[in-house]
Structure formats: C-alpha cells, structure tokens
C-alpha cells in the first residue's frame, strides 16, 4: 500500500508516492524534522494515491485507511502517553508524534464491500467514536474525505502493527452517534480569531514563525564567523534574543512563546531552557517599563501593577458564579480550566518569585477574590455556543415520549416546563422562578431517576443534585444558586410541613442566605429547577399547591439510545429567542389541579372507599362479597396514609356498614358486597 506525499512549492502541491513501509522508516532518520521549524511545506495523505492530471489532483487508488488526530496536548510527554494508549488498540495500524510536539495522528484501517465516501464516513465515526471512549479524551473533528492529510513530522520511535484488524463497515448511509466536545471547548479557547480562516493555535504558530525566520535572516551572516562551535553558540542566542524582541512587538503571550521555543533544535543547541525563559522576560519587561510609568509610582502600587500583568500574562481567571469558586487555565496550547485550589495559588505565588514578582499569598490572593476576574456563568455560556435549530424537528417532543403514559397532555407539559428551566439558567425572567415540577410515578426500577439524571449532558452532571436534604433551609438555598437542575427522588418521603416549603422556595427568582462561615445575608441568583420522583400513587398532601406539580405515571421509561443534547438544548434556545411561551396560564394551573385530583393523599376511610368501590346505590346485584381482609390490603396498596394496625379491620366494618355496603358472616368473618370501579 502506497501514500502520498505532498510538497508544497510555490503555492503548487505537487505529489509523490512511496510505499507506507518506507514513509515509516523516513519518519525515524529524520527526513521530514525542521530545524528551523519554518519548513512545515511536506505533508503526507493516508486515504488515497494522488496525482495530477491535466493540472487537476486525482485519486487513482482509495486506501481504506482512517487518520485520526488529537491536538493541543500539553507536551511532549503527554503526546507520548497518548501514543503508548492509542497502541494497546486492536485497531491501530500507525500512530506516530505531531510535527508540533503536540499533537498525534493515528492511522486505522477499515473493511467495506465498496469502498467510498460513504464507507469513508462510517468508519471515520465509528473509529473516532472508539478511540475518543478508549483515550478518554476528545478527538479532532474533521470533516473525514480521502484528501485528509496530516504534516509530515519526525518521530524516532512510531508505532506500526501490519497485523492490526480492520474494522468492518457499511457502504450504505446510517445514522451514527453524535461527537460533542467537552466543556472545555466551549469557553476555554473562546478567543477571537487572530487570522481569518485559521485557529488561533494555527495563527498563533505562523506569527511565531514569522518571526523566527525574520531573527534568522537578521543574524544569518552571523553563523560562519569564527570556529564553529562558538559561532553556532553566538548565532543561536542571538535569534533567541530577536525572536523573544519581535514575539513581544508581535503581542505573543510569553509563557506560551517559551514553550514552543524550547522545542527548536536550532535554539536549545545554544541555551538552556532557563536560559530561554530568562530572554524572553527581560524582552517582555520592555512592555511594563513603557506602559507603566513606575517612576513616581509607590512601591505598594508598582507592586499591585506588577502582580495584575504577571497574572494576565501567565493565568487567565474567571469566577464560577454557581460554584462560587474561582477557575484558572495556564496561557498555553493545552490547558483547560481547573478550580483554584489552595494548592494552586501556591504554585502561582511561587512561579511569581521566581519571575521576579516580589508578590505574597495574600497578595495574589487579593487580586484573585476581587472583581478584577471576569464572572462565568456555566449554563448560559453552554447555550450561547450550541449549533443553530433547523426549525424542524421536535426533539424535546422525542425525550417526552420516552415517558409511556396514558396523560394525554405530558409532552405539551413537559415541553413547557423545559423551556423555563432554560429561561431559568439565562435570567430570562427577573422577577419568578421555574415553579412547576415533573413529578414522575411509577414502579420500582421502571428508570424513573436514570430519566431525570439524563436530562443533563455529560459535561454539565456536576450541576445536576439528586442528594438534597429539605430540612436544611441554608442547603437548599445554596442548592438553587448552585445547581442547574435538582431532582426530588423519592418525594413521598419529603413531610407534610417540608411540601408547603418547597411551594414557597419554587416561586422565587434569587435567594438570600447567609452562607456557612459567613457574616452577613447574601442575595444570590438561582439557576436551579426542580424535577421529583415517587413510588407512591399518592404523592401530594397540599391540595392548595397541587398546580405546582406537573404529576404523571408511568409504567415504563425508555432510557435506551442516544439524546442529542446539542440539538434539544437548541431547540428550546432557539424557541424562547423566538418568544415562546415558557409560564402556564390560570386554565392551564386549573386543568393541573383537576389532573392531580387522581394523586392527592385522602385521609378518611370514606374517601378511600368511595375512590376505590362503587357506591351500595351503583354495586350490581350478583357483585361477590369481599372479605375485611382483602378491602384492607388493597386500600393499602392505594393509599400509603391507610396503614393497617389493631383495630383496622374494626373501624373500617363499622365505616363501610355506616355507607349501606350489605354485609355477612362467614368462616373468613365478615364479608362485603362491593365492586371495583
């Protein structure tokens, strides 16, 4: 099998072919290493055997070969760990290092009956599907096509099994799972495109380089004075010296510049990586003395102005307002946003000595808790970067029919009650909160609790609470500021003094709470909605509160397949953008209550009897006499108030003879006539 090289000359590709067995063994002599990292013009394609005809790129011969791609690794160690995981895969074929040190590309082969576009697409997300699962990490996503390519790159040590299995595919269309990116992707590297058309970790490396081959050509002449040795020394700390003036003018973030630096072999040949680091800061201090005027600045000033840049430049921060806890990245390629733990902020204040920042704890601890960083709002940062809604298809209608009841307006219900939790999370509406519950009944293990923990995505569970105590008034305040959504499971076994409260909580749109250790009351936003589940046909207590609760049974919850959050989180987005209607009206709340007449705890034997058994009036005349025995276990069943203790069975003989029930005795003892309704 062979692949294609492409070499880019002059703004023209041109293409070469050489068997895979060859490819690999140029990867480890170093045939494609840059080491001025400016040549970046050799690519290598998997997919097919290209030429040119007639001036016109053209694949001769499809290989059924998938390249798969992670990027933004942290380092090279990280790349390498990657790479010992991808290789205890049955499936992979070659997997070798990222021309960068960042990233790596995996090579998978595949089976089909025809291969084409379509087998192409199956397996690229199938595979990309097992691999994102196996690394535990999100994959690239590119649109997969035979022209793929991936930089031809040097690694001494790639990984290549010709035994490796191929994994079997349909030439025909079908549906496959959906890929979504972790959190991460949402709002860590939300940064303005610095050069059209390109990411900014691509932008960011051609600046870089740009500026690279300015500090080369500059000292070029340089490199052939003198013994060898010593003007190779002289040649490659002067580039590093132009490279870290022109990255700064360039306005490159310096510890991010520092990193991909240190990689060069033109550069780490002539200074170490402190010394890397070391003219990189006194070129980027050049930036502070004319920026800051510190002449007739107060040593405490200077000192808050020094902290503030060293912070801007190395950490970018911002404040989780549902944790309540501050969050950090590290400016460069590969770091997501982690809490600031104690641990944390000792290492930030120690990399701020060692960087010349005369800066204690308390000082960074200062800046830190002030409002100085930038409040992030999790839920409505999801929303704003979800993929536009055709219009078209209801997919909250499609989660609500996963619920199999005979309610005939559950899906209208619970479409409403999903557009203001999402109304919730933004703030839509400043003065109410989301005061309506699904309560879902059912028997036990009929997916109940699975259903409500599914509403959320994966990325988003560790805003989802099904652990919440009620007696706690301070844990449930800081609960609705918390959480996005809170699950009441098991709501039968909340009190009958516990369900007024949570009437009252449900209406209110922010909560004010001294928090635990805290000095005064605090007013803060809530975010949460409420959904709940019981076992219990009965559930409600308070027959004033009963439009609260959106109550449904069901049977069976189908909790199989995939839920397609992007694309239901759209959708209701996109309606509430467009002014649907997220409240219930007064003939909505009055229709509710007369639905949950059905679920409203009765605490008189009369009640019981009277929804349970016809009346004596209605009871037919060849209707069978039921013992005392059988009438009591089955209001047991119904009615979780009826328990059954000494003296049941007389007390409810004398209620059911008061009612006019015709009654005898037999060797059971006494028996009624009464019917089902």
């Not at 307002?321 to 590969?334: I, K, S």
């Amino acid at each position: 099998m062979k692949v294609t090289i492409i070499n880019h000359v002059r703004d023209e590709k041109r293409y070469s072919r050489i068997e895979l067995n060859e490819f690999i063994n140029q990867l480890c002599d170093g045939t494609y290493r840059q080491h001025y990292i400016r040549d970046f013009k050799k690519e290598v394609c998997f997919g097919a055997e290209w030429t040119k005809t007639g001036g016109e790129p053209k694949a001769n011969i499809l290989n059924p070969l998938v390249l798969l791609s992670l990027e933004n690794l942290r380092d090279l160690a990280t790349a390498e760990e990657y790479k010992h995981l991808a290789t205890q895969l049955p499936y992979t074929l070659l997997c070798f290092l990222g021309h960068d040190g960042h990233s790596l590309h995996i090579v998978c082969p595949y089976s089909t009956n025809n291969n084409g576009d379509v087998a192409l697409l199956n397996a690229y997300r199938k595979l990309h599907y097992i691999y994102s699962s196996q690394l535990c990490t999100p994959l690239s996503e590119r649109e997969p096509s035979f022209a793929i390519s991936a930089k031809a790159s040097y690694d001494p040590k790639p990984y290549f099994n010709p035994d490796a299995i191929a994994i079997t595919v349909s030439s025909e269309p079908k549906e496959s799972p959906e890929f979504r990116s972790l959190q991460e992707d949402i709002s860590d590297y939300n940064y303005p495109e610095e050069i059209p058309g390109m990411s900014v970790r691509d932008s960011r490396m051609r600046r870089f380089h740009d500026c690279l081959d300015a500090a080369i050509e500059a000292h070029v002449d340089e490199k052939d004075d003198g013994e060898h040795q010593s003007s190779e020394h002289l040649f490659a700390v002067a580039v590093l010296e132009q490279l870290a003036e022109g990255c700064r003018q360039m306005g490159l973030p310096q510890a991010w510049c520092v990193r991909v630096a240190s990689y060069i072999p033109l550069i780490t040949y002539g200074a170490s990586l402190d010394t890397i680091k070391s003219v990189f800061k006194s070129a980027y201090l050049k930036e502070t003395l004319k920026t800051i005027p510190m002449k007739f600045t107060r040593p405490s000033a200077l000192l808050a102005y020094k902290t503030e840049a060293y912070m801007k430049e190395h950490y970018t921060l911002r404040l989780n307002v549902m944790t309540g806890t501050p969050e950090y990245r590290m400016n460069a390629v590969g770091y997501g946003f982690q809490p600031l733990d104690k641990a944390a902020r000792n290492t930030m204040a120690i990399n701020a000595l060692k960087a010349g920042v005369d800066s204690w704890d308390k000082d960074l601890s200062r800046y830190i808790d002030s409002n100085l960083i930038p409040r992030y709002y999790p839920m409505e940062d999801y929303l704003r970067h979800l993929p536009r809604w055709d219009g078209k298809y209801d997919y909250v209608g499609e989660l609500a029919r996963r619920v199999k009841t005979d309610n005939p307006y559950w899906e209208e219900d619970f479409h409403k009650w999903m557009l203001s939790m999402v109304a919730q999370w933004t703030g839509k509406d400043r003065q109410y909160g989301n005061a309506i519950v699904p309560l879902l009944i059912g028997p036990q293990g009929s997916g109940k609790t699975t259903f409500c923990r599914r509403l959320l995505p994966g990325y988003l569970q560790m805003y989802y609470n099904d652990r919440l105590s009620m007696k706690n008034d301070n844990d449930i305040f800081i609960a609705m500021s918390s959480y996005a959504l809170i699950n009441i499971d098991e709501f039968d076994a909340m009190s009958k003094s516990q369900q007024p409260i949570l009437k009252y909580l449900l209406s209110k749109y922010d909560v004010k709470f001294r928090p635990p250790y805290g000095k005064t009351m605090e007013q803060r936003q809530r975010f949460a909605s409420f959904i709940a589940t019981t076992n219990s046909r009965r559930p409600l207590v308070d027959p004033t509160g009963s439009r609260r609760f959106i109550c449904v049974y069901a049977d069976e919850i189908d909790n199989g397949g995939i839920i397609y959050y992007d694309k239901l989180y759209g959708q209701l987005y996109a309606e509430l953008q467009q002014g649907r209607r997220y409240w219930f009206e007064d003939e909505e709340n009055a229709r509710i209550i007369q639905q949950n007449e059905q679920f409203q705890q009765v605490s008189s034997y009369e009640q019981m009897i009277a929804l349970t058994y016809l009346s004596p009036e209605n009871t037919s005349e060849d209707a069978d006499f039921v013992s005392l025995q059988l009438i009591m276990k089955q209001l047991e069943k119904l009615f979780p108030t009826f328990t059954i203790k000494k003296g049941t069975d007389v007390e409810l003989g004398k209620r059911l003879t008061k009612m006019g029930y015709e009654h005898k005795r037999n060797n059971k003892g006494s028996v009624f006539k009464i019917e089902g309704i």
